[in-house]
C-alpha cells in the first residue's frame, strides 16, 4: 500500500474507553486480553521494562531519575518506549540522554527504535475549603466600643424631638443575641 501526498496519514490508536464502564464493558475487555492472564502478562512485561530501565539509567549515571519516571510501549508495537516524567528538567535531562540510554538497553537486551519523553499532567493538590471562622456565616452579635461611643456622641447633638434621635436610641437599646 503507497500513500500519496495528498493522502492523510493516521495513526489507529484504540479508542478511549467511555467513563462508566458497564459489566458487558468488562468482560470484552477481559476476552480481548485473553482473561486475566493477558492482563497480568502486560504487568509483568511493565515491571520487567522499569527494572531494566533502572539499569540503564544507572549505567549512564542517571539512576536519581528512575522514580520519577513511569515507562511503556506506544501502542501498536514494542519497538518505540514512551516515558512520562513530572517535570521539565527531567524531561530535557531525558532527551539529551536518548542515543546512550537507547543504546544501554539494547545492551540489556531490551532494543527499541526510539523514545518518546513527554511529561505527564500534574495533579491539582489543593481543593477549595471553606474557612472555618468565615464571616458571612457569622451573625452580627453588637457594636464594638468605638462604634458604640460614635452613636452616643451623635445621640448627643441631636434635636430631642427628632425622628433621627429616637432611631438612634432604639439602636443603641437593642441588645445583641
Given at each position: 500500500?503507497?500513500?500519496?501526498?495528498?493522502?492523510?496519514?493516521?495513526?489507529?490508536?484504540?479508542?478511549?474507553?467511555?467513563?462508566?464502564?458497564?459489566?458487558?464493558?468488562?468482560?470484552?475487555?477481559?476476552?480481548?486480553?485473553?482473561?486475566?492472564?493477558?492482563?497480568?502478562?502486560?504487568?509483568?512485561?511493565?515491571?520487567?521494562?522499569?527494572?531494566?530501565?533502572?539499569?540503564?539509567?544507572?549505567?549512564?549515571?542517571?539512576?536519581h531519575l528512575s522514580s520519577k519516571i513511569e515507562?511503556?510501549?506506544?501502542?501498536?508495537?514494542?519497538?518505540?518506549?514512551?516515558?512520562?516524567?513530572g517535570s521539565a528538567s527531567i524531561a530535557t535531562?531525558?532527551?539529551?540522554?536518548?542515543?546512550?540510554?537507547?543504546?544501554?538497553?539494547?545492551?540489556?537486551?531490551?532494543?527499541?527504535?526510539?523514545?518518546?519523553?513527554?511529561?505527564?499532567?500534574?495533579?491539582?493538590?489543593?481543593?477549595?475549603k471553606p474557612r472555618a471562622d468565615d464571616q458571612?456565616?457569622?451573625?452580627?452579635?453588637?457594636?464594638?466600643?468605638?462604634?458604640?461611643?460614635?452613636?452616643?456622641?451623635?445621640?448627643?447633638?441631636?434635636?430631642?424631638?427628632?425622628?433621627?434621635?429616637?432611631?438612634?436610641?432604639?439602636?443603641?437599646?437593642?441588645?445583641?443575641?
Amino acid at each position: 500500500m503507497s500513500l500519496s501526498p495528498a493522502t492523510p496519514f493516521f495513526m489507529n490508536f484504540s479508542p478511549k474507553p467511555p467513563r462508566k464502564q458497564t459489566a458487558h464493558d468488562w468482560l470484552e475487555y477481559l476476552r480481548q486480553s485473553n482473561g486475566l492472564g493477558g492482563i497480568l502478562a502486560k504487568t509483568e512485561d511493565l515491571a520487567k521494562l522499569k527494572v531494566t530501565l533502572s539499569k540503564a539509567l544507572s549505567n549512564i549515571g542517571l539512576e536519581h531519575l528512575s522514580s520519577k519516571i513511569e515507562a511503556g510501549w506506544h501502542s501498536g508495537g514494542q519497538d518505540e518506549l514512551f516515558l512520562q516524567v513530572g517535570s521539565a528538567s527531567i524531561a530535557t535531562r531525558l532527551q539529551q540522554n536518548l542515543p546512550s540510554l537507547i543504546k544501554e538497553l539494547s545492551v540489556l537486551g531490551l532494543p527499541c527504535k526510539g523514545i518518546k519523553v513527554k511529561m505527564k499532567p500534574s495533579p491539582a493538590n489543593w481543593e477549595v475549603k471553606p474557612r472555618a471562622d468565615d464571616q458571612k456565616n457569622q451573625k452580627i452579635v453588637g457594636f464594638n466600643a468605638v462604634a458604640k461611643k460614635s452613636w452616643e456622641d451623635l445621640l448627643d447633638k441631636l434635636a430631642p424631638d427628632s425622628e433621627l434621635r429616637k432611631t438612634v436610641e432604639r439602636l443603641l437599646q437593642r441588645k445583641p443575641k
